[in-house]
């Protein structure tokens, strides 16, 4: 059981490149998040789906844009990267009935020179 | 605006003492209070939680202890091990379909063999 799974797990971009990250659970899990963690800010919602085809903004959206065309998958975009989106990224996803239980992947580095 | 703030930010203990973590909030519609433990290279996990028809939960050596009308929650970790290092995050929600956790900043717990 494999759980969450977030790939690429290691990335650097140069400033104004683009990438996706990738998340992929196989515990049907309807909602599905995406944080991002900095030293001394704990973790922060980037965005976040309740469902297969929605999204909706988190706390820290701007310079992000998401998709959930699949419910076991979520997808992170940067489209034109910048230093200040250095950190590591984080997906989790939760069942329905249990809101306070999310179950996290691995993480994600991502360096923007 | 910060609703759960979490204290201190880093704990050094020494093998077999007790490691308390502080966390204040302010949303009283609050009812679910989890606790995340994150290994380095990995992504938090949870630990503990408590509702707060209950002043204390305990599991194994994890207490959480609960006090509703000072708006304020705690993890003490008991007879702790360097297996215990991680960083600790407290967290917040109300239990209502498509609510959101809200984190504390996290604690680094460095527990000296």
């Known amino acids: 059981n494999a759980g969450v799974t977030q790939t690429p797990k290691f990335r650097v971009l140069k400033t104004g490149q683009s990438m996706t990250l990738l998340c992929a659970q196989d515990m049907n899990h309807e909602y599905m998040y995406w944080y991002r963690q900095d030293p001394g800010m704990g973790l922060r919602l980037i965005h976040y789906?309740?469902?297969?085809?929605?999204?909706a903004k988190g706390e820290v959206p701007d310079g992000y844009n998401v998709s959930r065309l699949k419910k076991q998958n979520f997808l992170l975009g940067l489209e034109s990267a910048a230093p200040s989106q250095t950190s590591v990224y984080f997906c989790?996803?939760?069942?329905?009935?249990?809101?306070?239980?999310?179950?996290f992947g691995e993480g994600s580095r991502l360096t923007v020179l | 605006q910060q609703q759960v703030k979490q204290s201190p930010q880093s704990l050094i203990v020494q093998k077999g003492g007790i490691s308390i973590i502080n966390c204040a909030y302010e949303n009283t519609a609050f009812d679910y209070f989890p606790w995340y433990q994150q290994f380095p290279g990995k992504g938090p996990a949870l630990l503990i939680a408590?509702?707060?028809?209950?002043s204390e939960k305990k599991e194994g050596r994890f207490t959480i202890s609960f006090n509703k009308s000072a708006k304020q929650f705690s993890l003490h970790i008991m007879d702790s091990q360097p297996g215990d290092s991680a960083t600790y995050f407290c967290a917040a929600l109300k239990e209502t379909s498509g609510s959101r956790l809200t984190f504390g900043e996290g604690t680094q717990l460095t527990v000296n063999p």
């Open positions: 789906s309740v469902g297969e085809g929605t999204t």
């Open positions: 408590i509702r707060p028809d209950v």
């Open positions: 989790a996803s939760r069942a329905l009935a249990l809101a306070g239980e999310l179950f």
